[in-house]
């Protein structure tokens, strides 16, 4: 038995094949584990729990059905599905967790986030983050009229994937030190919360790193993306393995 742990899933319908190895994973390895965690950026957009995804509403009812077999779903929102609410929770039998949060892994304490926030570098998206999550903000988004909202999620896409461009033609080193964590940000994060082990996503470089604070050695371990292949960590008493998971 252990804890599984995914993130970056982004769902989306131009990748079926995804959906499929996560509704595989669900109900395969899933269902034999003590619980499951998920850490943000379950699809690639979320602009409301009206959200019409065929998609959203297939991996509701498979979560729904995880916990009802007695394995319970943690949710913990990413920089692409922060508008999941409580009605799609329900819908999919799972609890959201803020974000950070500190959990028991049998017996040890972990640090869980979605990793956006460790980005502290990235001055112009942690602008960004703190305005989409105002509650005022999302009040006002999620009063317009539902097709309004996805030609907001399409348009934000869009310019997301043209920042990234212009930055890779670029200096490719500023690029990978702007979109990944800052290691300073790590450090303080782990001394605030006092535990030895972080498990976060969003950077889409999955890796065990070790380092030390303080006089405590810590890991960070970093979940990978589902773009082309799962990534999946579990967890038991005896440690931590991350692996990939083929599709087909």
Do not use: K
């Amino acid at each position: 038995m252990a804890t599984l742990f995914v993130s970056d899933l982004h769902l989306d319908p131009a990748r079926p094949e995804i959906t499929a190895l996560f509704l595989r994973f669900l109900r395969g390895e899933a269902a034999g584990a003590d619980a499951l965690y998920i850490l943000g950026d379950l699809f690639e957009a979320w602009v409301g729990d009206d959200d019409p995804s065929e998609a959203g509403a297939e991996v509701a009812a498979a979560l729904h059905a995880l916990a009802d077999a007695g394995v319970p779903v943690y949710f913990m929102h990413g920089n692409r599905d922060f508008l999941v609410g409580q009605d799609y929770a329900r819908r999919a039998g799972m609890r959201i967790l803020p974000d950070p949060s500190v959990v028991s892994l049998y017996g040890r304490p972990a640090l869980l986030m979605h990793g956006d926030l460790l980005c502290s570098g990235d001055t112009a998206y942690q602008a960004f983050r703190a305005q989409t999550r105002d509650p005022r903000w999302q009040q006002q988004f999620l009063a317009q009229p539902l097709q309004a909202r996805l030609a907001f999620a399409a348009q934000a896409r869009q310019a997301s994937m043209a920042r990234q461009q212009e930055m890779l033609q670029g200096d490719r080193g500023t690029f990978e030190t702007v979109t990944d964590v800052t290691p300073a940000t790590v450090e303080a994060t782990l001394a605030r919360f006092g535990v030895d082990l972080l498990v976060h996503g969003h950077t889409h470089r999955p890796a065990v790193h070790a380092l030390r604070v303080g006089t405590r050695d810590c890991r960070r371990i970093v979940l990978g993306d589902w773009y082309e292949q799962g990534s999946v960590l579990r967890v038991d008493a005896g440690g931590a393995q991350l692996q990939a998971l083929a599709p087909g």
